[in-house]
């Protein structure tokens, strides 16, 4: 079975600190892995994904995030947070070469202070 | 940049009533989803549908849950007859292939 946890519900940082968010997974198969952003009122951004090609992925405005398989892990980090980085998380998982159904995280809220 | 679409943004609906959510994915994907997020919980998966059918699905998506792609370009959920728990935003998703979905904004369904 797929199934992701997201182990902070809020993140608070100040501006121009890293970003870690933290997601781990777990996988009867090879995994998929994602990281969507979602902003108020909008749709849920795809920020970076792992289709097991390089452990490390480098994704848009800057975040990147890396596979561990040891620790079945796929932690969101960034080196400088910005204003705009303020919104909700999501780590997901979905099951390899079927793809189809999409298992999401709880989701982190990141807040960033000025 | 293409993107998936969802109207209306906000719907209020009385108990016992029929809803259709609609949804404009992007043009030249092949595959559709649904999925629910109550409030405080999880987003949730509903159902996949693929070459005019449905290819998966949850144990959320039961009789009282369709879907449909009516045209060339709208993919519909209708729920028969709405019950309070059915309050939650819906999105839905559009994908080329079996790996990244992309998600609309989410239409908000509200039952009193």
């Known amino acids: 079975a797929q199934s992701v946890t997201q182990l902070d519900s809020h993140v608070s940082v100040s501006e121009g600190t890293p970003v870690l968010l933290r997601c781990n997974y777990s996988?009867?198969?090879?995994?998929?892995l994602f990281w969507y952003v979602q902003h108020p009122n909008k749709g849920l951004q795809l920020l970076l994904k792992?289709?097991?090609?390089?452990?490390l992925v480098k994704g848009i405005n800057g975040f990147e995030a890396e596979f561990k398989k040891s620790e079945t892990s796929f932690h969101l980090t960034k080196p400088s947070a910005h204003m705009s980085d303020a919104a909700e998380y999501f780590c997901?998982?979905?099951?390899?070469?079927?793809?189809?159904?999409?298992?999401f995280g709880t989701g982190t809220s990141l807040t960033v202070i000025p | 940049e293409p993107e998936v679409t969802q109207t209306p943004s906000h719907q209020v609906t009385q108990m016992g009533q029929e809803v259709i959510l609609r949804c404009v994915p992007i043009s030249n994907h092949l595959y559709f989803y649904w999925y629910r997020q109550i409030l405080g919980q999880k987003v949730e998966f509903l159902v996949s549908?693929?070459?005019?059918?449905?290819?998966?699905k949850s144990e959320i998506f039961d009789d009282q849950f369709s879907v449909e792609r009516p045209d060339g370009s709208n993919f519909t959920l209708k729920i028969r007859s709405t019950k309070l728990e059915d309050s939650a935003m819906y999105f839905c998703?559009?994908?080329?292939?079996?790996?990244?979905?992309?998600f609309g904004p989410g239409t908000r369904l509200t039952v009193l």
């Open positions: 549908f693929y070459n005019n059918e449905i290819s998966e």
């Open positions: 792992y289709t097991s090609a390089a452990t």
């Open positions: 997901v998982v979905s099951r390899y070469n079927t793809g189809n159904q999409f298992y």
């Open positions: 998703a559009s994908s080329s292939d079996t790996d990244t979905q992309y």
């Open positions: 996988s009867s198969y090879s995994p998929s």
